[in-house]
């Protein structure tokens, strides 16, 4: 780089611009010249945004991953926040101090996805960039503009579409229930109205769940977030592999003071489920394996990346089987009937089991399998069962047809 000349404005600057959005990164290096000082973050922030008529941000977002930064990386979520709530075109400069206080441009891109992870009501973001601004080999200011899928008048209407379709959701959830019950009741509706499909438009954001009803696991995962937000649950995204190193998104959900894990992509059974059958009928809509797990379950088929630092999930209390009573310590006779009856008295056809450990697991498996016990739990007008079972969760799934 080169450094300052002499002339008449005092100083010279060179600018590195960086454009992030998707999975692509472009830079380019130009030279230009600079008023004597970079430009500082206004003092009064009213001032400049009160050109903006709409705020985009929650009123009480859950600032989960905010409250695991440092108090520098903070000052940037602070500033690119504010960018982002607005839908500013302008740039936003970064603190000053977070530069003095050691923060780089290596740190933008994990600071901007902390935001992202705690607003996933930003539908409307695709990436950001940022200009550099160094005089010599230092770096003196960043001014970083977001990236926007649709225009200003467009993000307007879909957030009324928004809107009104999440209200619609959180009106029919449970009254007065427990944190459990809203958790589930977010986990099958978000099941029950969404198509996995890899080319469902807008399927990173939360308008391809809530408007268009078709998305993928980025989709799934913040409208979970953005609607257990709004019935006060505290959630956030989850980043992360699966299969082969397959990109995947999930959540971590507080409930009831504890911490779990929970992916409706993969409760969506057509996704998901892919055993063996006795014969071939249609399979449950929800798989419930991934609602409320620890993290020693969640990490049998995903890999973590801590973007920050995530809490050990390491809590059954909240679990689907375990609060449903489905969850089995021994081979338990008696228990599995009451499971089955209750389940053909309710008018359901579909009983799932979850075992606490493999070797009762496998004794669940050669009795009602192998040895075909299952069907003396069926009543006599079932004439068919068909299973699907999953080793890695410990579960097996039973649904009859008369």
């Known amino acids: 780089m080169q450094r300052g000349k002499s002339g008449k404005i005092l100083l010279f600057f060179s600018i590195l611009t960086f454009l992030l959005g998707g999975c692509g990164k472009v830079m380019e290096e130009i030279e230009q010249s600079l008023p004597e000082v970079v430009k500082p973050m206004m003092d009064n922030e009213e001032a400049e945004v009160d050109k903006y008529s709409i705020c985009y941000e929650a009123d009480t977002p859950y600032i989960f991953a905010y409250s695991r930064l440092s108090q520098e990386e903070q000052l940037w979520y602070e500033d690119i926040n504010r960018l982002l709530a607005y839908r500013m075109d302008e740039a936003v400069t970064l603190s000053p101090e977070g530069l003095e206080q050691g923060l ?16 996933p009501e930003y539908f409307f973001v695709e990436g950001y960039e940022y200009t550099i601004f160094t005089h010599g080999e230092k770096v003196v200011g960043i001014e970083m503009n977001g990236t926007y899928g649709y225009s200003a008048e467009e993000c307007k209407m879909r957030l009324q579409e928004l809107e009104l379709a999440a209200e619609q959701i959180v009106n029919n959830a449970p009254v007065n229930g427990e944190e459990y019950e809203k958790i589930r009741y977010i986990y099958e509706t978000i099941i029950l109205q969404t198509d996995y499909d890899l080319k469902a438009p807008d ?34 995204v989850v980043f992360g592999h699966v299969g082969d190193g397959e990109y995947h998104s999930w959540n971590i959900v507080k409930c009831n003071g504890k911490y779990y894990h929970m992916d409706t ?24 394996d991934y609602l409320c797990i620890t993290t020693e379950q969640i990490e049998q088929t995903h890999a973590i990346k801590d973007v920050v630092e995530l809490p050990e999930c390491d809590s059954i209390e909240d679990n689907y089987y375990v609060r449903e009573g489905k969850y089995f310590c ?73």
């Open 104 to 119: 780089t441009q290596d740190d933008i891109d994990k600071i901007y996805n902390c935001v992202m992870m705690d607003h």
């Open 265 to 288: 992509t993969w409760g969506d059974a057509s996704y998901t489920m892919n055993g063996e059958m006795l014969n071939e009928v249609e399979a449950p809509e929800i798989n419930y």
């Open 203 to 236: 399927n990173q954001n939360i308008y391809s769940v809530l408007i268009g009803k078709s998305s993928v696991c980025q989709g799934y995962a913040k409208a979970t977030q953005y609607l257990l937000n709004q019935l006060g649950i505290e959630s956030s």
């Open 330 to 402: 021994s081979f338990d006779e008696a228990q599995l009937e009451r499971e089955f009856k209750e389940a053909f008295e309710n008018g359901e056809n579909v009983v799932t089991i979850k075992c606490d450990v493999k070797e009762i697991y496998d004794i669940f498996y050669e009795e009602l399998i192998n040895n075909q016990q299952i069907f003396s739990y069926l009543p006599e007008e079932y004439e068919s069962i068909s299973f699907i079972d999953d080793e890695e969760q410990l579960t097996l799934s039973f649904w009859v047809t008369k």
